[in-house]
């Protein structure tokens, strides 16, 4: 058995973020110094979307990297939108929802808060896992309407959901980890209150947090904290304004 076979999962995982974030933020650090702004942001999200894709491929598990492919495929329907400057390319969320949804993981019960369990048949959990795959990618962008909303969002819901999954092993620990050290590698690009996170990445990181929430099993606890601290922080500006 080799050394790297013989860590735990959840060492290989720690260490494998921490590097790949490390060289994330060196090469910005670095490219940023000789490439014109234009190119170093164009770059700097092709690094972003690569790195996803290489730590998905190392350490993810088969759902975990379902649900990274179709949030790339989700980025590329952005991407899109905006060359094109064609709304339609929205209508590929929905089809991208249910093709995460019949490969990737699904939502097979419904929790409430009394302990109580409702388990869906195979048909309804993939209605509802395509409808909540779906819904994400809206719900970020409609978030990016105020620069910075979605960076904040993000890190707050990568914490809570690594803190709700500390105990588990393998896709959702993964998930959640990856997710948070490459937010804080690419902070400049999303926790800048000045700018947007676009319309392609917006939608890349809702149906990354809509699989990370059910692969850990924490779907009542995203929902609750991007509804409520969306709410909050919305309600900010929209004070402000009516104020002033």
Not at 37 to 51: E, F
Request: charged share 10%; aromatic share 16%; proline share 4%.
């Amino acid at each position: 058995m080799g050394l790297l076979e013989s860590l735990p999962d959840s060492v290989l995982i720690i260490s494998g973020c921490l590097s790949v974030a490390i060289i994330c933020v060196g090469v910005q650090f670095y490219v940023k110094r000789t490439l014109p702004p234009r190119q170093y942001g164009y770059l700097r999200d092709i690094l972003l979307c690569a790195s996803w894709m290489i730590l998905a491929s190392w350490f993810g598990s088969f759902e975990a990297r379902v649900v990274v492919c179709c949030a790339m495929l989700a980025n590329v329907a952005g991407i899109a939108e905006v060359i094109y400057n064609d709304a339609r390319w929205q209508l590929l969320y929905p089809l991208i929802g249910a093709l995460c949804a019949y490969f990737g993981p699904g939502v097979n019960f419904i929790r409430f808060p009394d302990n109580e369990y409702i388990y869906l048949t195979p048909g309804f959990s993939f209605i509802a896992g395509a409808i909540w795959f779906s819904f994400f990618p809206f719900v970020f962008r409609y978030l990016d309407e105020i620069s910075g909303l979605v960076g904040h969002v993000l890190a707050v819901s990568f914490v809570m959901m690594l803190a709700a999954c500390l105990v588990t092993e393998g896709g959702a620990f993964f998930m959640s980890f990856a997710g948070l050290m490459l937010l804080f590698a690419f902070w400049s690009r999303f926790g800048n209150m000045y700018r947007q996170a676009g319309k392609a990445l917006a939608s890349m990181w809702g149906l990354i947090v809509a699989g990370t929430a059910i692969i850990s099993s924490t779907k009542g606890i995203v929902l609750s904290t991007i509804l409520f601290l969306s709410l909050g922080l919305f309600a900010i500006p929209v004070i402000e304004q009516k104020i002033y």
